[in-house]
Antibody
Framework: QVQLVESGGGVVQPGRSLRLSCAASGFTFSTYGMHWVRQAPGRRLEWVAVIWYDGSNKYYADSVKGRFTISRDNSKDTLYLQMDSLGAEDTAMYFC??????????WGQGTLVTVSS | QSVLTQPPSVSAAPGQKVTISCSGSSSNIGNNYVSWYQQLPGTAPKLLIYDNNKRPSGIPDRFSGSKSATSATLGITGLQTGDEADYYCAIWDSSLNIGVFGGGTKLTVL
């Protein structure tokens, strides 16, 4: 079955960096676009970024553009999110999600990022 | 603030029916497929409806979706206490290459 497992979250000081990972299994990772979606405590889901199945295209929400970088290693079935210049507004649970057709059909359990001094 | 507007909360009694609206515009909902997600407390979102009105395997037919020109609706019949969750509509805007989620609706089954 499809499994997505995020890791790399934690407590980080404002202005610092963090890299999240999402290990995929149970499907052919290299044939799916992958996304990051986040959710601040008590808030709505917010789309963050997408990477095409082959890494050829990447798009970002305006709120993270220029600070976050999405990437993938299809040889390792792993998705990444490099987050730089973190601020308090980036505190959230970060979910990776598989994209199929026109929807996010599988989600990981999330990894919590807390930006605090 | 999302461009997809949902009511913050809805409620109904067990066994009853409820609908959750998702209001947008011709440029977002009108031009893209709508999907719906259920998020139980403390868990990841789960796909409920895709392509406006299709149910993934394993989703009971108590859940239904519809779409008009600028809005979409999620319907849930035969409400159960286990349906208490947050529900989100969403689109992938293929012209802008961005994902958009609604503000979410908290369902309470009284």
């Amino acid at each position: 079955q499809v499994q997505l497992v995020e890791s790399g979250g934690g407590v980080v000081q404002p202005g610092r960096s963090l890299r999240l990972s999402c290990a995929a299994s149970g499907f052919t990772f290299s044939t799916y676009g992958m996304h990051w979606v986040r959710q601040a405590p008590g808030r709505r889901l917010e789309w963050v970024a997408v990477i095409w199945y082959d890494g050829s295209n990447k798009y970002y929400a305006d709120s993270v553009k220029g600070r976050f970088t999405i990437s993938r290693d299809n040889s390792k079935d792993t998705l990444y999110l490099q987050m730089d210049s973190l601020g308090a507004e980036d505190t959230a649970m970060y979910f990776c999600a598989r994209f199929a057709g026109n929807q996010w059909d599988s989600w990981g359990q999330g990894t919590l990022v807390t930006v605090s001094s | 603030q999302s461009v997809l507007t949902q009511p913050p909360s809805v409620s109904a009694a067990p066994g009853q029916k409820v609908t959750i609206s998702c209001s947008g515009s011709s440029s977002n909902i009108g031009n893209n497929y709508v999907s719906w997600y259920q998020q139980l407390p403390g868990t990841a979102p789960k796909l409920l409806i895709y392509d406006n009105n299709k149910r993934p395997s394993g989703i009971p037919d108590r859940f239904s979706g519809s779409k008009s020109a600028t809005s979409a609706t999620l319907g849930i019949t035969g409400l159960q206490t286990g349906d208490e969750a947050d529900y989100y509509c969403a689109i992938w805007d293929s012209s802008l290459n961005i994902g958009v989620f609604g503000g979410g609706t908290k369902l309470t089954v009284l």
